[in-house]
């Protein structure tokens, strides 16, 4: 579909979305039938493409860019939406690395013997056609292509209009990899239209999207929740937490402390609330508060937190719901593990918690009863992430328990099918 | 919640059914924790509790059966609907089963060392609370108490108005197994009312209940996934085939093709449409259409066919797409491998298909191709079933993909949550 339409062609684009999702769900079929050998293929000559184009894909970007700017954009996006020479190879870079990633699809796990003596397994296959809905970042179209890709699905991916020329710029490299490798040029689509229509109509096509992954702002993921009558897998808040046990290491503590809400302001795997025993909080925070000051960090307490630290402005109810993306923390200062279980399960996200202590069972307890997508001991909440768990990638991060959870790879563009072989064995 | 409330008294449904799934999500913590040993102490418990209450189960199945009657429902209804010694017996031992199972909560995979030091791996975890909803077999009550009870769930059961007295009898059983061991009463709730638009009330306590599994007719299954707000474990149709291959063997193709339609007729796996080569047809239909015929299995069959077999009745277009769960079969002769899996691609349900051939490369391109939840070689589709496939018993069979796909034991009522060992390690 996508390599012969413009924008200005696309004058119905409920009919213009439909045909893209048919056409993706026409070509699902050589995606998921398609070889390691051919796949890894397409993904060499992808990153190939990029490379070759990348005067062509800065120029697009410069002028996605001109507009942003006469538009007013702010800053934040502005750097979201810049491509330069760096990126672009970084973009090429991350398809090899999906190349090196071993392919999921039709591994055959546990093919055990049942008593009837048939021999019954499951195999990895692709979840079908997926679709992508993102905002700014350009460099979101050639990661999604790959994972897709890899994972033996058809992709229809919808870019934010301001990165519009940026986006298909990179489409006509993902295009021609996959035709350079004998697949189907429809197996990854990049929809040509910007209309805010086309995502509506998006989220209608269930016959022929098997799962809609929205990557954006609380806004959009909001909007695809409530619209899609296809599966989605998302992440809505990251409301995360560390809690300093009285079993903590005091040097673990304060080093965990700091990097999980210092190291990244504006990721959903930044703590948001630091949680501590009346005694951890008394070894630990005075060296803490002051290193969140050097780094300029406002700190929200309770009560007891301001006891020990006037200068800590009040929290309020809502400074524990607080996603806050920005360098502010909320601190309270509980009685113990159950409380601060208590509190994570009344006010947390289920996105990423981490427990600071030495103590054996109490490590045991917060790992079993913390219901998060990341339960950690002696770790910071910011490793909660594709790259660093060993996926290779992540098509994003979800907080759902169903499907799949946390950091999403490429298993959780699959799904696992039965398979039976026999040697003529009927049921009696 | 259900042990103090009765069908008088409940006045206000809404009111009823959301503080039933209030008191769900409350006892869920508590069922999530349980101990492998609490869990299979409940489980004998009410094992126990349900052979100590034959009497009163039977005296409540009764008085439903009476109502039944007298409300002129059909005979396979009633028969669904009847206990007796025997089935009360099978109820008890098949939560005794449930109890043998091994617990996968708590059970860690892959634990491995990441090159930042921390070590990452996935633990298995309930999703929480679970919503059933079924028509008339009573025993359906035992077995999704247990089977929740078992993968660390919370469950709401809503059973068919016409079973009402019985499952109330079997949901005090349940109910005192839980608390004989130290389990919460509230872990297992049986809805006290069946009016229809508790229905309703229950699939919008998405905040409360984590996955619905309807089971029943497609009626039900159609306005639970059109009206639920979480996601939803179904199974939709099972339009099943078995393609005879040029390369069948002969006895084989005989035995599987008679199994597959005959040794029973109204299940989701039996298959409704027989393919074959023209080679592998000329050589298996003549002894096989005799046995149909013999077992009063009407033959409705494409031109191809009906020239090999004149009293075979000419199948429409309809027929392709039909379920019959009757002693009814669709023949069609196809040209090849590839036209046998275009045929099962465009009319099948992705439910359960098999291939009967001694090729080794057809078998191979056959269960990677063919897109169901089992897909199977030289082996009857009447294997499509948790028990036979080792999963001990299941909650339902899928047709999705996502999450599960295909019978749905304990593992589909289950998740993985990440967890991450460190010392100390944080993000650089």
């Known amino acids: 579909m996508q390599q012969s339409v413009h924008e200005s062609d696309v004058d119905d684009v409920t009919a213009y979305v439909i045909a893209t999702a048919r056409a993706a769900r026409a ?29 062509s894909i800065l120029a697009a970007n410069a002028d996605d860019l001109a507009d942003a700017h006469r538009a007013g954009l702010d800053s934040a996006l502005l750097d979201r939406l810049e491509l330069t020479d760096a990126r672009v190879e970084s973009m ?35 979840l079908g056609v997926v679709g992508i809905i993102y905002e700014s970042r350009p460099n979101v179209t050639a990661d999604a292509a790959a994972l897709c890709l890899k994972s033996g699905n058809a992709a229809i991916l919808r870019g934010g209009s301001e990165a519009r020329r940026s986006n298909q710029a ?43 992954v929205p990557r954006g702002g609380k806004g959009l993921i909001e909007r695809v929740s409530r619209e899609a009558r296809m599966p989605v897998i998302k992440h809505l808040d990251g409301v995360c937490h560390v809690f300093l046990d009285d079993h903590a290491d005091d040097d673990k503590a304060y080093a965990i402390a700091l990097n999980a809400k210092t190291q990244r302001y504006g990721t959903c795997n930044t703590m948001e609330t630091l949680l501590a025993t009346a005694d951890a909080a008394r070894r630990v925070f005075p060296r803490l508060f002051a290193a969140y000051r050097d780094a300029g960090v406002e700190l929200r307490g309770c009560a ?36 601060a279980i208590a509190h994570i399960r009344q006010y947390g996200s289920q996105h990423t918690d981490a427990i600071v202590t030495e103590d054996y069972s109490r490590a045991r307890r917060f790992l079993a009863e913390v219901d998060s997508s990341s339960v950690m001991v002696n770790a910071s909440t910011r490793f909660a992430d594709g790259f660093e768990y060993g996926l290779g990638a992540e098509i994003g991060i979800s907080t759902d328990k169903f499907h799949a959870r946390g950091p999403v790879g490429l298993e959780g563009l699959t799904s696992q099918k039965w398979i039976v072989l026999g040697d003529g064995q009927v049921r009696t």
Chains 1, 2 share one sequence.
């Open 27 to 55: 070509a699902s079929s050589a995606m998921a039938r398609a070889t390691t050998a051919a796949k890894n293929r397409a993904l060499v000559a992808i990153a190939a493409e990029l490379r070759g184009a990348r005067a």
């Open 170 to 212: 990179i489409a006509r490299c993902v295009t021609a990899g996959l035709e350079q490798a004998g697949l189907p040029g429809d197996g990854v689509q990049v929809l040509a239209t910007t209309d805010r229509a086309a995502v509506g109509v998006m989220l209608a096509q269930d016959d022929c999207i098997d799962v809609i």
């Open 92 to 126: 090429a870079a991350g398809v090899l690395e999906v190349a090196d990633l071993p392919d999921p699809i039709g591994a055959v796990s546990d093919l055990d013997y049942r008593p009837s003596g048939i021999q019954v397994g499951r195999m990895r296959v692709p």
């Open 304 to 339: 007891r937190t301001r006891a020990l630290d006037e200068a800590v402005i009040a929290a309020t109810e809502d400074d524990w719901y607080a996603e806050y993306l920005a360098p502010v923390l909320a601190v309270r200062i509980v009685d113990d593990l159950d409380a």
